[in-house]
C-alpha cells in the first residue's frame, strides 16, 4: 500500500512563539502513521483571524491541495487553520471536496479513519446549523425592525438633491468626493447616482 502524501501546516500568533512543538508532535504522528511529509508550510506571526489572502503559506496549501500535491494536510488544532468559523468551514469544505483528509491532533480527529470522517461530517452539519440560527436572527431582526415602522436599507435622498448631484456629475470637472461634501451626501450616493446616469 503506498504511503500516504502528508503536508504538515503550522502556525503561530506572534513572533515571540515557536512552531518547533506542533512540528515535532506532527512529524512524530506522520512516522507512526507511516505517512511521507512532502512538505511543510508555516505562517509565523500571523492571526489565525487573518484571511486566505494574508497568510501566504496556508494560501500555497490549498493552491498545492488543488494541484493533489497530497492527500493527507495534518495541523496540531484546528484553531491553527482558522479563528473564524466562516473561515473554518470554508476550508473544512474545499478540502473535503478536493478528497483531501484531515488529521487535527488535539481534537483527535484524523479523517483515514471511518470515525473521523463521521466526526468531520458531523463538524459540517453543526456549522449549517450555525449558518441557519444566524439567518433566522437576522430574519427575525428585520421583520422586528418592520414592525415597528423602521426603515431599512440606505436613506434616500430627495430628488432635488440627487438632481443637482447628477447634473455636477454631468458638467465634469469636480470629483467624486468633492461633489460629495458639496451636497452633504455620502461618496456611495454620489457612485450611485454616477452608475445610474452611465447605465441611462
Known sequence: ?????????????????????????LEAVAERAGWQIVEV?????????KGRDQRPAFDRLLKDAARRRFDLIAAWSVDRLGR????????LDEVHQLGV???LHQQGIDTTTP????????????????????????????????SQG???????????????ITAALR????????????????????QRLKAELTAA
Open 115 to 146: 470515525a473521523g470522517k463521521a466526526l468531520f461530517q458531523m463538524m459540517g452539519v453543526f456549522a449549517e446549523f450555525e449558518r441557519a440560527m444566524i439567518r433566522e436572527r437576522v430574519h427575525a431582526g428585520l421583520n422586528r425592525a418592520r
Open 84 to 91: 473564524s468559523l466562516q473561515h473554518l468551514v470554508g476550508f
Open 41 to 49: 508550510y508555516e505562517d509565523a506571526g500571523v492571526s489565525g483571524a
Open 101 to 103: 483528509d484531515l488529521y
Open 171 to 190: 458638467t465634469g470637472g469636480a470629483g467624486l468626493h468633492k461633489i460629495a461634501k458639496a451636497h452633504g451626501v455620502g461618496v456611495s450616493t454620489v
Open 1 to 25: 500500500m503506498t504511503a500516504k502524501r502528508c503536508a504538515l501546516y503550522l502556525r503561530v500568533s506572534t513572533d515571540g512563539q515557536t512552531t518547533l512543538n506542533q512540528r515535532r508532535e
Open 150 to 164: 423602521k426603515r431599512l436599507g440606505r436613506p434616500t435622498i430627495d430628488a432635488d438633491k440627487a438632481a443637482a
